[in-house]
């Protein structure tokens, strides 16, 4: 998370897997914990998706993949990098569990 809070501006908006997950960088700063490493643990699963906008001062970054808090539902996590006086920032970053439509039905039966 280190990097991630390094690359992002200082009224970054980070939303969570939950409706009530909305994060700052103070808030975010406050949440690292060394113990929890494996939460973060990750498998990408499909390849990067970047996209630049066409005068080249924004881009969108995609990234699906497995992490340690969601072993079975694959989350994709999608970045809005601005370019700066001090580099490309984050200015908001979403992460979203992205079951297949397929198991859908499953997990609103098991929610019940």
Not at 34 to 48: C, G, L, Q, T, V
Not at 55 to 64: E, F, L, T, Y
Not at 78 to 94: C, P
């Amino acid at each position: 998370m280190t990097t991630f809070l390094s690359f992002s501006v200082d009224g970054v908006l980070v939303c969570g897997t939950d409706p009530s997950e909305f994060w700052n960088k103070e808030q975010l700063l406050g949440m690292q914990n060394p113990d929890s490493n494996n939460a973060f643990e990750f498998k990408y699963i499909d390849d990067r998706v970047v996209k630049v906008t066409p005068d080249g001062n924004s881009a969108i970054v995609v990234n699906q993949l497995m992490m340690g808090f969601s072993p079975k539902i694959p989350v994709r996590v999608d970045y809005h990098f601005t370019k700066t006086n001090e580099g490309w920032k984050v200015f908001f970053m979403n992460v979203a569990l992205i079951p297949k439509n397929e198991h859908l039905g499953m997990i609103n039966k098991a929610i019940e």
